[in-house]
């Protein structure tokens, strides 16, 4: 079956207990609700810093702190909370016991990496654990948004916290 944008906002949690790992998914195109925000500085170079990309951040020492259901709740609700602030259009994540991925659309006077660092800083400051991910992040500019979007819902079934995607 193939992977499609959704037209409608939809949202989805799913947690596998019999394993005790959490596994947080998403999937909707939300506008962001405040517009005109600075988006000026960046904190990684990256060639492009707007666009719809495919972006990876590890928990430091892949240490799986989102297995806590409080933690990966924190870090789902920042992501929206950031959204707000410095508008972006989020198409679907996954968060993982130690690590997440975004599929996101950064506006023209958008910054990937400003985003990325306010969100990180942000989720470790609420969680309290201190400087928690890694220092950078992974990002692929996406060219076919369909297979990222089927990563992203397969990543928990590759790791065996789920039998079936969520969709």
């Not at 960046?42 to 810093?49: I, L, N």
């Not at 910054?111 to 989720?123: D, E």
């Amino acid at each position: 079956m193939p992977f499609h944008l959704p037209i409608e906002p939809f949202f989805h949690f799913h947690t596998d207990y019999s394993t005790v790992l959490v596994c947080w998914c998403g999937r909707h195109p939300i506008e962001p609700r405040v517009s005109g925000a600075d988006h000026s500085g960046m904190s990684q170079p990256h060639p492009y810093q707007s666009g719809l990309f495919l972006v990876t951040t590890n928990i430091k020492n892949r240490k799986p702190i989102f297995t806590n259901d409080a933690y990966a709740h924190e870090a789902i609700e920042t992501l929206y909370r950031v959204q707000v602030r410095h508008p972006f259009v989020l198409y679907g994540f996954v968060v993982m016991p130690d690590h997440c991925h975004l599929l996101v659309r950064i506006p023209k006077n958008g910054s990937l990496s400003k985003t990325m660092n306010i969100y990180k800083g942000i989720v470790s400051l609420n969680i309290g654990n201190g400087p928690m991910w890694q220092p950078r992040f992974h990002v692929r500019w996406v060219k076919n948004s369909s297979g990222a979007l089927r990563y992203i819902h397969m990543n928990p079934v590759q790791a065996g916290l789920s039998d079936i995607p969520q969709k």
